[in-house]
C-alpha cells in the first residue's frame, strides 16, 4: 500500500484547495481511506475518512461543513476539498488508508498506512 499526498499550499482565509492523494496497492472497496492533519505543537486529528465498504464519510466537527471528501476508484485517488479556510486549518496533511474498519473512522491509531504530509498554510 502507497500513499502519496499533494496540492497543499499557502492560501489567504476564505479561500479554497483541493487535496489529492495518490494511492496503490489496494482494494478501495475493502479499505478506509481518509486524512489527518497535523498542526504545529499540536497532536494529529482525524479531519475525514472514507468507508470504501459502504461509502460513509465523517467529517470532524470543525471541518464540517467546508471540506469535502471524494474518491476516484479507478484512478485510484482521494481528495480533500476545502473552501472557507481558516487560519486554523493551517497544518499538515496525511492521507490514510486500512484495511480493518475501526470504532471511529477519525481514531488516529486504526490507520496502518500513512502517506507523506503536505503543507497547507491559510493567512488571515
Known amino acids: 500500500v502507497q500513499l502519496q499526498a499533494f496540492g497543499g499550499g499557502s492560501v489567504q482565509a476564505w479561500g479554497s484547495l483541493r487535496l489529492s492523494c495518490v494511492t496503490s496497492g489496494f482494494n478501495f472497496e475493502q479499505y478506509i481511506i481518509g486524512w489527518f492533519r497535523q498542526a504545529p505543537g499540536k497532536e494529529r486529528e482525524g479531519v475525514s475518512c472514507?468507508?470504501?465498504?459502504?461509502?460513509?464519510?465523517v467529517y470532524a466537527d470543525s471541518v464540517k461543513g467546508r471540506f469535502t471528501i471524494s474518491s476516484d476508484s479507478a484512478k485510484k485517488m482521494v481528495y480533500l476539498q476545502m473552501i472557507n479556510l481558516k487560519p486554523e486549518d493551517t497544518a499538515v496533511y496525511y492521507c490514510?488508508?486500512?484495511?480493518?474498519?475501526?470504532?471511529?473512522?477519525?481514531?488516529?491509531?486504526?490507520?496502518?498506512?500513512w502517506g507523506q504530509g503536505t503543507q497547507v498554510t491559510v493567512s488571515s
Open positions: 490514510v488508508a486500512t484495511p480493518i474498519r475501526p470504532d471511529e473512522l477519525l481514531l488516529q491509531r486504526a490507520y496502518n498506512y
Open positions: 472514507m468507508d470504501g465498504y459502504d461509502g460513509r464519510t
